[in-house]
């Protein structure tokens, strides 16, 4: 009967239970309130400051239990955000804002990466340097992702029609097989994974080319801004202590992840190597002068203008910086 | 509660058709028929006849589109539902995962008797199976698995005891063996049995009526009483009134299933 | 010529492979060419070699094994329940039988449902743990153990139910001492069916958001394009299945089954009038419509993402750009069709065609079915590419993925069925030396064939959205795909909604041609 006992959960709602917990909080000093975060991909140094918080207990201070719960191939971050399961989800506006059009309430809290991962990587004999390179060339990506490359095209002026798009799987294979010229990707992931294998390869960042789009954003409900507003506020200052730490020590964030995960089958060299790549896209002047997670009115302006150009339309209240304001202030 | 063990079988007005209002195949015409209590009624025909339906209409397995039948004080539904009555059927049904003795012990189990193993290893030393008692249907021959079937229909102890072509796969010489050494066990029960069979001698000696019955829909041509002596042993099937009774039958059935030949005569 | 029948219709098991070349030679020479291909083609990261494998089990055996671990229980689990669930939904359906279609037609409905719409569902209402992945798992074998389960069920002769009758015993007796007993022996091909989907959909579950096992090391392995790692994870997925496979059959054969001959039932004459067969199909709906709404409710499920019927409906028929809506989504359905039928045909041909070639010469089984097996077992995200590297992005490739993922069922069912031919017609074909291939063993094999046919409506589905998803980018499974990521709910549902209900009607089209052929030669399937 095992299997059939996390059920009984499901009528009593994740949120009941938790609001089970915070009852007793008067009676018990320090009694742990439970959250859950929703990361959007399997375990690895992605997520590596949410671990750092875990692991120096930077939540469990603040009267907080977290269990970060692994993303993955087929486990969307919406739905468990909107059922109240997760607390918080990591998200990107490009998703919360087609999310939001869907009818779910979610406001974003705070921007982990400020520079969009997404990139064009290549190998250096057929090098894309820049959108124009695209021309003629055949490109592999999920389908899933069109509005992003159509979006490049549009803000670059390049005929999408000139690019032979070829759906294929979220890996590198094709591109090394010579079954496509380039790829659609992270580039924290399949570029790290070529280079693992010792396979040099060109990246070209969107996010130099005019595609903004807020990234590994955190993304809550409105029910949960108004009702559950010192939770995110000891959630997201763990998350802003946790990657402080990241970025003044990367390699031991790599480190701690694998310590953390034996089962994940990471590989140290290869999170070390991730662990450095995403610093630059995670931490700029903005998050120098600011703090960790920060936005402006003017990089939310240039989201909502790319965003217009992905065909989501969304206003710039999407993005809400009171708990931000709170944690730094 | 228990009615007596040799009930009479009455038969009033039974018909039986099979298909859809188009195409209705008539199976027995309407028939009153009643078969005495404790006795062995023989029902021949030629194949197809509906002798085999007769018998299911019988055991309360179809029934009828017409008319009652009643065993004893009985429906055949209240008969079979306290397990009253035994079917041996045409083609065995034995259980192929069930040893020769568990299909026997079936027959008592399905009949609510209590458990007797002794009782099950004489029935089937008395159809001559012993030592095949752990073998499957599939290891036996033919003859070796309806004497195996019809072990199982005595192991229930039933009132009416129904044989439908009960040695159709079997030897001439087990045949003969069989029709010896049966008759003495359901003769012991004093149940009231129907056997149906397309042996005129099969039927003459071991019964007491003989009824013929006609190509489709059956219908009674002949009943013949058999007034000849049990056991009937070598000097009875040696007599000739066993010859005449057998001659009488096998005439009844010429006449009944060619009548174009009769009439041309 | 003389050893055919006996080795066909004893044992229907694996053989040891073909002995024309010398004992142990075989295997090392595909292994040495397997290692000079992988070697030849390093650069392009197509194929591992068998050295890598070999060292890349050594080096992470531990993290394997735990992985393994983790798999394999949910999978068992999974197992467990699953087929409880299909024999319990079979002998409802035997019990009740005038509930069988409405029982077969949700069957089926939720054997469909795509893992992109259940996945994150039962993630929400079982949060972290193994939950998703041990449902996944059932969900993956529950309708394969229902339908054979039914038919054999069924494979009993009207004496064995007189029987029963002549005895004045009801139903239960009937099930006790006749159905069971005879149904025993299409559990054992159920079960073997369902060992390798057992272990794929706990697999598959892992993607739904899971800690660990070898379906997170895999989606892990793929990425980052390590070969060794993916090969190694794919080659222990087949070996788990094969020998959970074996163990099945052994154990059937342990219990010393006695498949029931083949069973002359006379021809069915049934008057069926249309009007029942609509009542059947508007209470199917009808109930299909309130376990949709009615379970969402009961979970409280929240409408971003749990769609009701009345969503689809005014997101399809009454909203404003409904007409676009539906065109897009018939479209998708349109280039799904155009792959998937071909693929079920062609799977059903070659997993029908394999188990009468295997009738033929039992000594090819040996290497066929665990060919046959691992080809079941690995995930197919693992296993599309390769079909794809060799096949191309085009209709071939995908049509063999759909006819990949059939055959397997249907050589298995087939076989069983195959094993149901009576010795005596068999001896009879022998004693004229004649085939009894298409005359005596091919009707034999037709209800199992029919059953396997009805699988593999909703596996050539999976597959082909599989293989859209991952290749062509086309139809509905590449729709499936764009709207799930951008929380497209309203087409999603749309979409499952249609899919459905192609099933079914693909479903209906196979019953009355079922019924057609059956009822001259197993009448007793149709009996109800």
Request: with cysteine; hydrophobic share 50%.
């Amino acid at each position: 009967m095992t299997f059939l006992k996390p059920t009984r959960r499901l009528f009593l709602g994740g949120a009941l239970s938790t609001a089970g917990a915070r009852l007793l909080m008067p009676t018990r000093a320090r009694a742990q309130t439970a959250v859950a975060l929703q990361l959007s991909w399997l375990h690895s140094v992605q997520f590596g400051g949410s671990y750092i918080a875990q692991d120096k207990a930077y939540w469990a201070d603040a009267g907080l239990e977290v269990s970060l719960l692994p993303g993955g191939p087929n486990a969307p971050v919406e739905p468990p955000v909107v059922a109240g399961t997760a607390l918080v989800g990591i998200s990107a506006a490009d998703y919360t804002a087609a999310a939001v059009n869907q009818g779910a309430p979610f406001k974003i809290i705070g921007v982990a990466m400020q520079k969009n991962p997404f990139a064009i990587a290549s190998l250096p004999e057929n090098p894309v340097n820049s959108p124009a390179d695209l021309v003629g060339k055949k490109i592999g990506m999920a389908l899933a992702n069109t509005p992003v490359l159509e979006a490049l095209c549009s803000i670059n002026d390049v005929d999408i029609e000139q690019i032979e798009v070829v759906p294929t799987q979220y890996d590198a294979a094709p591109l090394v097989q010579g079954q496509v010229d380039c790829l659609l990707c992270w580039a924290t992931d399949l570029p790290v994974a070529m280079e693992s294998q010792g396979i040099e390869s060109v990246t070209m960042l969107l996010a130099d080319h005019g595609y903004a789009v807020h990234s590994q954003t955190y993304i809550a409900t409105e029910d949960s801004l108004a009702n559950r507003r010192d939770q995110l506020v000891a959630l997201m200052k763990g998350e802003v202590m946790g990657w402080q730490d990241y970025h003044a020590d990367p390699e031991a964030a790599a480190a701690l992840t694998v310590e953390m995960f034996p089962d994940a089958g990471l590989d140290l060299a290869t999170q070390t190597l991730q662990a450095a790549r995403q610093v630059p896209l995670m931490f700029s002047a903005l998050t120098e002068a600011e703090g960790f997670g920060w936005f402006t009115d003017e990089t939310v302006a240039a989201n909502v203008e790319t965003l217009a150009l992905l065909g989501k339309p969304v206003s710039p209240e999407l993005w809400d910086r009171s708990i931000l304001e709170e944690v730094h202030g | 509660m228990r009615m007596s063990a040799r009930p009479d079988i009455r038969l009033e007005g039974v018909a039986k058709s099979f298909g859809a209002a188009g195409r209705r195949i008539e199976a027995v015409a309407p028939v009153d028929l009643v078969l005495a209590g404790g006795q062995m009624t023989a029902l021949v025909g030629p194949s197809g006849c509906g002798k085999s339906t007769l018998l299911r209409l019988i055991a309360g397995l179809d029934a009828p589109t017409e008319g009652r039948i009643s065993i004893g004080a009985e429906t055949p539904d209240a008969l079979r539902r306290r397990a009253g009555l035994a079917v041996a059927f045409q083609d065995a049904a034995l259980l192929p995962w069930r040893t020769v003795e568990g299909n026997v012990a079936l027959g008592r189990a399905l009949a609510r008797k209590p458990r007797d193993p002794r009782a099950i290893r004489d029935l089937i030393a008395l159809v001559g199976l012993s030592g095949f008692g752990r073998r499957r249907p599939a290891e036996l021959s033919g003859g070796m698995r309806q004497r195996a079937a019809i072990a199982r229909a005595l192991a229930g102890e039933p009132d009416l005891l129904l044989l439908d072509e009960p040695f159709a796969a079997v030897d001439a010489l087990t045949r003969d063996r069989l029709n010896a050494e049966l008759p003495p066990l359901w003769e012991a029960r004093g149940a009231t049995s129907v056997l149906v069979t397309h042996s005129v001698a099969e039927a003459v000696r071991l019964s007491d009526r003989v009824l013929v019955l006609t190509p489709r829909p059956a219908r009674v041509a002949a009943d013949i009483a058999v007034p000849l002596p049990h056991p009937r042993n070598a000097d009875v099937l040696a007599s000739e009134d066993f010859r005449a009774l057998c001659s009488d039958v096998t005439e009844a059935l010429r006449v009944h299933q060619f009548p174009q030949s009769v009439a041309a005569q | 010529m003389t050893t055919r029948r006996p080795a066909l219709s004893r044992d229907p098991a694996p053989r040891a492979a073909a002995r024309s070349l010398p004992r142990g030679s075989g295997p090392l020479l595909v292994l040495l060419l397997w290692e000079a291909l992988a070697r030849a083609t390093a650069s392009g990261f197509i194929i591992a070699a068998p050295s890598q494998i070999v060292h890349h089990l050594a080096t992470h055996a531990e993290l394997l094994l735990r992985a393994l671990g983790t798999t394999g229980w949910a999978a068992l689990r999974g197992f467990v329940w699953g087929n409880l669930a299909g024999v319990l939904l079979a002998l409802a359906a035997v019990l009740v039988p005038r509930g069988e279609r409405l029982l077969s037609t949700l069957a089926l409905l939720v054997f469909c449902l795509p893992l992109v719409a259940t996945g994150p569902i039962l993630r929400v209402l079982y949060g972290p743990g193994a939950g998703p992945q041990v449902t996944l798992a059932a969900l993956a074998v529950y309708y394969t153990t229902f339908l054979p389960v039914l038919v054999g069920l069924r494979a009993a002769p009207q004496g064995w139910f007189d029987l029963v009758r002549s005895y004045g015993r009801g139903r239960m007796t009937e099930l006790r001492e006749v159905r069971l007993p005879a149904a025993l022996p299409y559990l054992v091909a159920g079960l073997q069916i369902a060992a390798p989907a057992a272990f794929l959909g706990a697999m598959v579950g892992e993607f739904t958001g899971a800690e660990r096992g070898l379906g997170v090391l895999t989606v892990r392995a793929l990425r980052a394009l390590d070969l060794p790692a993916t090969w190694s994870i794919a080659g222990l997925a087949a070996a788990v299945s094969m020998l959970a496979f074996a163990a099945v059959g052994w154990l059937g054969r342990r219990l010393d089954l006695a498949p029931p001959e083949v069973l002359l039932a006379p021809p069915v004459v049934r008057g069926r009038r249309a009007w029942s067969g609509l009542a059947e199909a508007a209470l199917a709906l009808g109930v299909t419509l309130l376990v949709w709404k009615g379970s969402m409710a009961v979970f409280g499920l929240p409408r971003f993402f749990a769609r009701r019927p009345e969503d689809v409906w005014s997101y399809l028929v009454t909203a404003p750009g409904a007409g676009a809506q539906r065109q897009r989504l018939f479209a998708a359905l349109g280039e799904t069709l155009v792959l998937a039928v071909p693929g079920y045909l062609a799977g059903l041909l070659l997993g029908a065609g394999l188990a009468l070639a295997l009738a033929l010469r039992p000594r090819l089984a040996g290497a066929v079915i665990p060919l046959s097996i691992a080809l079941r077992s690995i995930p197919i995200v693992a296993t599309a590419p390769l079909i794809v590297w060799a096949l191309g992005r085009g209709a071939t490739g995908s049509i063999a993925v759909v006819a990949t993922m059939i055959f397997f069922p249907t050589l298995i069912a087939c076989q069983h069925g195959l094993a149901r031919t009576p010795r005596a017609v068999l001896d009879l074909f022998a004693v004229y030396d004649a085939s009894p291939l298409l005359r005596a063993q091919l009707p034999a094999m037709l209800p199992a064939f029919f059953a396997s046919a009805r699988m593999a409506i909703p596996a050539a589905i999976l597959a082909v959205t599989t293989a859209e998803w991952l290749a062509t980018g086309r139809g509905i499974g590449a729709l499936l795909a764009t709207v799930a990521s951008t929380s497209d709910y309203g087409m999603l549902w749309s979409a499952i909604a249609l899919i459905g209900l192609a099933s079914v009607l693909a479903h209906a089209l196979l019953a009355s041609v079922e019924r057609r052929i059956l009822s001259r030669t197993s009448a007793e399937q149709l009996a109800r």
